[in-house]
């Protein structure tokens, strides 16, 4: 039973155009939701994250937007760059319990081509 | 250290052999996290430490795993009589408050 799930498994974009990478769930437990980036041989490192009781949070060229009613949040890179290349995992928690207990999807492989 | 730091970066056990993988995590984080990455999935949760104490390990797959932490610092993740389906990167992570975790490059184990 995958609670987060990444349909997409691999994203191409040019650069300079946007990334738009989707993540769904299931559990309406989830209220604070994460995305990691990941480099071949390394762990995770945290990119984004948003409460459930916003429906957008900003950080550079990296937006999370989040549709509670859908279940559905996807995360913008504009402009995308070549080091945006990576797999990306969207990742949720319930914070009434432990929050760093996250529930990871499987991750989107993006790669940004010249 | 700057980071968590996790030994050994790679593993090779025979079938039945008992492995032993470390984590060193960031000076001062409270909670430790074990996660475990098979090929092509995301992390999944295996157990979560605060301080010495071992608050949840219901993501350990059998009694073969097991997690100490005895002095609230460095953490031991073992797996005994290993078989092929142990086979996995083993992701450690610390933080210092909820939410918010930082990962170690991960111990890869493979085994025959």
């Known amino acids: 039973d995958q609670q987060v799930k990444q349909n997409s498994p691999s994203l191409s974009v040019q650069e300079g155009r946007i990334s738009i990478l989707n993540c769904d769930y299931t559990?309406?437990?989830?209220?604070?939701f994460l995305w990691y980036k990941k480099y071949p041989a390394e762990g995770p490192t945290f990119l984004i994250s948003?409460?459930?009781?916003?429906d957008k949070n900003e950080d550079g060229r990296f937006t999370v937007f989040l549709n509670k009613s859908a279940k559905h949040l996807s995360l913008h890179i504009v402009p995308s760059q070549p080091g945006d290349s990576a797999v990306y995992f969207c990742?949720?928690?319930?914070?009434?319990?432990?929050?760093?207990?996250?529930?990871f999807g499987t991750g989107t492989r993006l790669q940004v081509t010249l | 250290g700057a980071g968590v730091s996790q030994s050994p970066r790679y593993k090779v056990a025979k079938r039945g052999q008992d492995v032993a993988l470390r984590c060193d995590p960031i000076?001062?984080?409270?909670?430790l996290f074990w996660y475990q990455q098979a090929l092509g999935q995301g992390p999944e949760f295996l157990t979560y430490?605060?301080?010495?104490?071992?608050?949840?390990k219901s993501g350990l797959p059998s009694d073969r795993f097991f997690a100490e932490r005895p002095e609230g610092s460095v953490s031991t993740l073992k797996i005994q009589r290993t078989q092929q389906e142990d086979s996995a990167v083993y992701l450690c992570?610390?933080?210092?408050?909820?939410?918010?975790?930082?990962f170690g490059e991960g111990s890869r184990l493979t085994v025959l």
């Open positions: 559990n309406s437990m989830f209220d604070y």
């Open positions: 992570a610390s933080s210092q408050s909820d939410p918010g975790l930082f």
């Open positions: 000076s001062g984080h409270v909670s």
């Open positions: 430490f605060q301080n010495e104490a071992q608050l949840d």
């Open positions: 990742a949720a928690s319930a914070l009434t319990g432990t929050a760093s207990k996250l529930t």
């Open positions: 948003i409460s459930s009781i916003k």
